[in-house]
């Protein structure tokens, strides 16, 4: 069963969602920064009521993410892992996966090369 809906304010921050028969598809189209991470952590949370075994974000569309758009994701693993779900990032452009690795943070979240590899994981 596949669902796509999008929101948030489409002219400064979207995020698209498309529901899996295992989990979610979350796709942020913009810059998660401190003005927009809310309106991700939102969609995130909203995601996660359903407990779905895999969370994957894809991040194909985010040119630039800063430390409070990393705490909306962490937020999200750590309830994912109370719920025995993962959370899995896929399609890191360059500046959002080097914010990542400089945070270590490839060592907690599980990294995909895209959506379809993610799918498997």
């Given at each position: 069963?596949?669902?796509?809906m ?26 998660v ?50 719920h ?38």
């Amino acid at each position: 069963m596949m669902m796509m809906m999008m929101r948030g304010d489409p002219e400064r921050f979207h995020v698209g969602c498309e529901v899996l028969a295992d989990g979610v598809i979350l796709r942020p189209v913009g810059d998660v920064d401190l003005s927009r991470s809310p309106v991700l952590r939102c969609e995130i949370i909203e995601a996660q009521k359903k407990s779905p075994q895999r969370l994957i974000v894809d991040l194909a569309e985010v040119p630039y993410m800063d430390s409070s758009g990393v705490a909306t994701l962490l937020e999200a693993w750590q309830t994912a892992r109370k719920h025995r779900g993962k959370v899995i990032l896929c399609n890191l452009q360059e500046k959002v996966k080097a914010i990542i690795e400089i945070a270590r943070l490839e060592t907690v979240f599980t990294i995909a090369k895209d959506c379809e590899e993610a799918k498997g994981v």
